[in-house]
């Protein structure tokens, strides 16, 4: 019998929507780094994206792909999140390359690379504007490149990228991107090679590529949710790819109560159980359910969305979250299995947490 929560994990739709995106991006002569870090490393994820047709796959979390390392994966392994000095030996042993924005780091890597008698790759981080990682100005940004390329015998100028819409929340735009490209071009000149990779973003950067706006120089994505978590596309981008599906990842929950209450609670307000006090909707009695799932299994109820479209999230304490199931078509009974698509957020904490159930589904 099955336990819940239970996160259901898809591979053959995971393997679906790898193909599709890979393709697309193919056709814009962009080779796709697979990331696995939403869906916490799952080795058998991973395998997917990569007979998929992505070109490396890639995570913030140097133990994730530490386990491919260990199980023989044979496709390059990006580390995404830029070095912390405490790591450079997992670093340079577990992965094939990484995001680096500092120099002191780049020393770091080479002599580990040295002693490990390697050549390990670095792709050289330029801030666009976005003000998360990266070299802000593009003259410092030539010269750490020419530097890499000239005095640091162990490592590989793989080629320079850049992150958007993380922290600052800037879209990534032709005017953005065309000062990536330029840099790459002068980079190129000065050392009268190509770079392997010029690398224009995450799944934020999908939505400008369908439109036809991202420069040609551009020839390399990171894409996590663009693949195992496409609703967002939709959802926050306005930006369809036919043919993908939101299903990878679903979200079952058990039903522990069923009531008829009020919809606005009874009482002085003060906090709820983590010290927001939100709003309440007088929308008198109304038929809920509560299910066994909550926050910290989530981390926020608003990110999940109910597969029966006439059921309502309303809130989440950590253990317990109501839906209002009065408009439903269902007849819910206690016991009951209720199913839900996760955003990015969801996918993240769930996959993460020890008390969410996981299934892996083949076919
Ligand atoms: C997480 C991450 C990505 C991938 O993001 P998605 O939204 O999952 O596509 C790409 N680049 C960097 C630096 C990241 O940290």
Same mark, same amino acid.
């Given at each position: 019998?099955?336990?819940?929560?239970?996160?259901?994990?898809?591979? !053959?739709?995971?393997?679906? =929507?790898?193909?599709?995106?890979? /393709?697309?991006?193919?056709?814009?002569?962009? !080779?796709?780094?697979?990331?696995?870090?939403?869906?916490?490393?799952?080795?058998?994820?991973?395998?997917?994206? +990569?007979?998929?047709?992505?070109?490396?796959?890639?995570? *913030?979390?140097?133990?994730?792909?530490?386990?491919? $390392?260990?199980?023989?994966?044979?496709?390059?392994?990006?580390?995404?999140?830029?070095?912390?000095?405490?790591? @450079?030996?997992?670093?340079? /042993?577990? *992965?094939?390359?990484?995001?680096?924005?500092?120099?002191?780091?780049?020393?770091?890597?080479?002599?580990?690379? $040295? /002693?490990?008698? !390697?050549?390990?790759?670095?792709?050289?981080?330029?801030?666009?504007?976005?003000?998360?990682?990266?070299?802000?100005?593009?003259?410092?940004?030539?010269?750490? +490149?020419?530097?890499?390329?000239?005095?640091?015998?162990?490592?590989?100028?793989?080629?320079?990228?850049? =992150?958007?819409?993380?922290?600052?929340?800037? +879209?990534?735009?032709?005017?953005?991107?065309?000062?990536?490209?330029?840099?790459?071009?002068?980079?190129?000149?000065?050392?009268?090679? =190509?770079?392997?990779?010029?690398?224009?973003?995450?799944?934020?950067?999908?939505?400008?590529?369908?439109?036809?706006?991202?420069?040609?120089?551009?020839? %390399?994505?990171? @894409?996590?949710?663009?693949?195992?978590?496409?609703?967002?596309?939709?959802?926050?981008?306005?930006?369809?790819?036919?043919?993908?599906?939101?299903?990878?990842?679903?979200? !079952?929950?058990?039903?522990?109560?069923? =009531?008829?209450?009020?919809?606005?609670?009874?009482? #002085?307000?003060?906090?709820?159980?983590?010290?927001?006090?939100? %709003?309440?909707?007088?929308?008198?009695?109304?038929?809920?359910?509560?299910? +066994?799932?909550?926050?910290?299994?989530?981390?926020?109820?608003?990110?999940?969305?109910?597969?029966?479209?006439?059921?309502?999230?309303?809130?989440?304490?950590?253990?317990?979250?109501?839906?209002?199931? %009065?408009?439903?078509? *269902? #007849?819910? $009974?206690?016991?009951?299995?209720?199913?839900?698509?996760?955003?990015?957020?969801?996918?993240?904490?769930?996959?993460? *947490?020890?008390?969410?159930?996981?299934?892996?589904? $083949?076919?």
């Amino acid at each position: 019998m099955d336990r819940y929560p239970l996160l259901e994990f898809n591979l !053959k739709k995971l393997y679906h =929507n790898t193909e599709i995106v890979t /393709k697309l991006c193919e056709n814009y002569g962009i !080779k796709v780094a697979g990331i696995i870090k939403g869906f916490g490393g799952i080795p058998e994820g991973a395998e997917e994206m +990569a007979k998929g047709g992505c070109y490396q796959i890639g995570s *913030s979390r140097i133990d994730q792909l530490r386990v491919l $390392k260990e199980r023989g994966f044979d496709v390059p392994l990006l580390l995404v999140r830029i070095p912390m000095m405490c790591e @450079i030996e997992d670093v340079v /042993k577990y *992965s094939d390359l990484s995001l680096v924005s500092e120099k002191e780091t780049l020393d770091l890597l080479n002599s580990e690379a $040295k /002693k490990q008698d !390697k050549v390990y790759g670095v792709v050289l981080m330029y801030d666009l504007g976005d003000l998360r990682e990266g070299v802000f100005l593009k003259e410092d940004l030539i010269k750490l +490149a020419l530097y890499v390329e000239y005095d640091l015998n162990n490592l590989y100028l793989e080629g320079i990228g850049t =992150n958007l819409s993380c922290y600052g929340s800037v +879209a990534p735009s032709t005017e953005n991107l065309n000062r990536l490209a330029e840099a790459a071009t002068e980079i190129e000149e000065k050392l009268n090679r =190509n770079l392997n990779i010029v690398s224009g973003g995450g799944t934020t950067t999908l939505p400008l590529l369908v439109r036809g706006g991202v420069p040609k120089k551009i020839n %390399h994505l990171r @894409i996590g949710e663009g693949i195992n978590n496409t609703q967002d596309l939709p959802l926050y981008w306005d930006t369809n790819i036919e043919g993908l599906d939101p299903d990878v990842f679903v979200l !079952k929950a058990q039903i522990v109560e069923l =009531n008829e209450k009020p919809t606005h609670p009874i009482g #002085q307000l003060m906090v709820n159980a983590f010290g927001d006090l939100p %709003h309440y909707d007088d929308r008198g009695i109304r038929k809920r359910a509560i299910v +066994a799932l909550g926050n910290q299994d989530l981390g926020d109820s608003s990110r999940l969305v109910p597969k029966d479209k006439d059921m309502i999230v309303l809130g989440a304490s950590s253990d317990h979250t109501i839906l209002d199931i %009065h408009d439903c078509k *269902s #007849q819910y $009974k206690l016991g009951d299995i209720v199913e839900f698509n996760i955003l990015y957020q969801a996918m993240l904490m769930t996959s993460l *947490s020890d008390y969410v159930h996981k299934k892996i589904i $083949k076919y």
